[in-house]
């Protein structure tokens, strides 16, 4: 994680006069940011359930691997929606001279009165941290893509997500922030050529590419509404409230996550054998196997 990110966290989290309580209760009381969480919350441990059922006989290691990797994004899911609702992993930031929240109204009503700041649900950025790179293997490994395009597409993805983060908790200058947002977006770019041009030649050569092709251009459309809606939610340009903000973060979660792994993990099971992994999976050219790498 970045320097300037951390230290961002740590001195948001020392200055934090809002109980946890507090935030809680203010959660509670609003009905559209309340169900954004526990929407997703019971979605997540009804995904882990059925998920653990229908690969319950897989015998293949690659298989496993995949089912696996994509299990654990709802996993991650159940874990950061229960910080979000709890008030764990939310704060009340007070945004710098520029933005647009500070132009209006930002008084934020807490269970025990009101307080200058934009509700920031910085948690949400620890979760795309920790699932998107789960995503990523488990499209990288159904390609038949070798060590090092996986690697880079994950290790690009963490840094859009720190970067996202940095630009979220940023509270010193209204330009920094966008400049955080625009590295962001910079290193999604990255992982948008693995996706869209690397993968698809790799997932021909293995003879998945009708699923992959499916899953990738769900990743992808899902995946660019986040910057969309930070540039107008309550963090960019504040056209959209907190609670539409967050169903809509959570309505991108639902078909990004759960349908995708659904659709994965539905495809692993039934068709085994065309992701085994035995030696000419994932080849890119003749004579190459992902070993040669």
């Known amino acids: 994680m970045a320097p300037t990110a951390l230290l961002d966290i740590q001195q948001f989290l020392l200055q934090q006069e809002v109980t ?6 203010t959660v509670l009381d609003d009905v559209v940011l309340a169900s954004s969480f526990y929407a ?3 979605l997540a441990g009804l995904s882990i359930l059925l998920f653990a059922f229908m690969a319950r006989n897989l015998e293949d ?14 996993v991650v899911s159940i874990s950061s929606y229960t910080g979000l ?3 764990l992993t939310i704060s009340i930031l007070e945004m710098p001279s ?3 929240a500070v132009d209006e109204t930002t008084d934020v009503a807490l269970g025990v009165g009101e307080t200058d700041g934009v509700l920031t649900m910085w948690g949400r950025y620890l979760t795309w941290a920790l699932s998107t790179p789960m995503i990523l293997l488990a499209l990288g490994l159904l390609a038949g893509s070798n060590i090092s395009k996986i690697f880079t597409a994950i290790t690009f993805d963490i840094a859009m997500c720190v970067t996202g983060l940095a630009a979220a908790l940023t509270t010193s200058s209204h330009l920094l922030r966008w400049f955080w947002y625009a590295l ?17 030649q790799d997932a021909q ?3 998945t590419y009708d699923i992959f092709n499916t899953l990738r251009w769900l990743t992808v459309v899902m995946w660019i509404g986040y910057p969309i809606i930070w540039f107008l939610g309550a963090e960019g340009i504040a056209v959209l409230d907190v609670g539409i903000t967050s169903w809509a973060y959570s309505g991108l979660d639902i078909v990004a996550k759960y349908i995708f792994a659904f659709l994965l993990i539905n ?4 068709e085994p054998a065309s992701i085994t992994s035995g030696e000419d999976y994932g080849a890119t050219s003749p004579g190459v196997t992902p070993a040669d790498d």
């Open 40 to 42: 997703n919350i019971a």
């Open 98 to 100: 520029g933005h647009a």
């Open 85 to 87: 609702a709890s008030g």
């Open 267 to 270: 495809y692993v099971v039934d």
């Open 184 to 200: 962001s977006c910079a290193f999604f770019v990255v992982v948008l050529y693995i996706l869209l041009v690397e993968w698809p």
């Open 205 to 207: 050569a293995a003879g």
């Open 20 to 25: 946890q309580e507090a935030l809680f209760e």
């Open 61 to 74: 290691p690659r298989a496993k691997l995949i089912v696996v990797s994509t299990m654990l994004v709802p």
